[in-house]
């Protein structure tokens, strides 16, 4: 059965208004009042540190009609539209920013850092490595172009940017959690444990970096540790019920069919039709010897889900148990036709 390690892609909360310049000195602009515009700036500066950003969009809005080439009031704008919800203005206001001047290094890392937020599908890793270039480089700037790589599967760039973010964040338990999943995807198990238990120490409650770390664990063999991993993520999660199948999962590989079936059990109760439980179910009766009520669960997910090769091989094991050779055969001739590689050996056994 497939196995996904949990990404934090959607853990983007960071604090937008750090260092905005208290003040902005005043000149006179070709197109505006830039006086007028800086003041309006400021007050909306002041309302920003009072949390009240509706009265911060006011201001900001007066500084721009001020000045229509107020390139840092644009992207100040753009900081509150996205803390207000309103992401399509942001990123307008953000791209307003740049075009205006095409040096302000940090409108090009909000207006991909509003991507993330948004529409991920909108993120540009040219915004990222301009922000960089220009000297916004500071550990949020390379933890999203390390989350940018993540998503283009650029594993080795993204274990790079997250660890210049850790280099300048050594607290940062988001950055440890995605190179952890970064170097899962390159198969560097041990690495990948190693920083999801970083994670977990710098956050305590990060209850996806415990199941990535569990997962992990299961590649490197230790179950048992994995099933605590698991357990601690289903402590501070109960939303995260995919738990319930790598968990459920582990105990039937360590023989303790009972507790996986409870595991498999519980995903169904939440998820009737989910593959991965149904199949998990029907290898807890085949490992029992109860063969028919595996086979009943194995003909339901190839009715469900017949393209999920996992199902033909273990119908397979189950119907040359029951001494139905030539049907086992079929079977794993279509799982390996849908992928499934381990197919190969039992098809070995078909040519004797």
Partial sequence: MNKHVAVGLFFINLLIFNNIPLQVTGQQSATGDRKMAEEAYN?????????????????????????????????????IEYQLGDYSGAMTDASRAIDLNTFLGEAYFYRAFIAFASDTSLVKGSDLDRAIQLGFNDASAYYYRGLYNLMKGKNI?????????IERKPNHARAYNDRGTARYRTEDYQGAVYDFRVAVNLDPKFAIAYVNMGNAKKKIGDYQGAVTDFNEALNYDTSLVNVYNYRGEAFLITGDYESARKDF??????????????????????????????????????????GMGEAYLNRGLLLELKGDLEGACNDWKTASTLGISASSEFIKECKK
């Fill in 43 to 79: 007050r909306s500066v002041d309302k920003i540190n009072q949390k009240d950003y509706s009265q911060a969009l006011i201001a900001i809005n007066e500084a721009v009609k001020f000045d229509l080439t107020f390139a840092e009031a644009f992207l100040l704008k753009a900081r």
């Fill in 157 to 165: 760039e993204a274990i790079g940017d997250f660890t210049l973010a």
């Fill in 265 to 306: 059990e519980s995903m169904l109760l939440r998820k009737p039709d989910d593959g991965f439980a149904l199949i998990g179910t029907g290898n807890v009766f085949l490992k029992m010897n109860e063969l028919d009520k595996a086979e009943e669960v194995f003909n339901k997910v190839i009715q469900l889900y017949p």
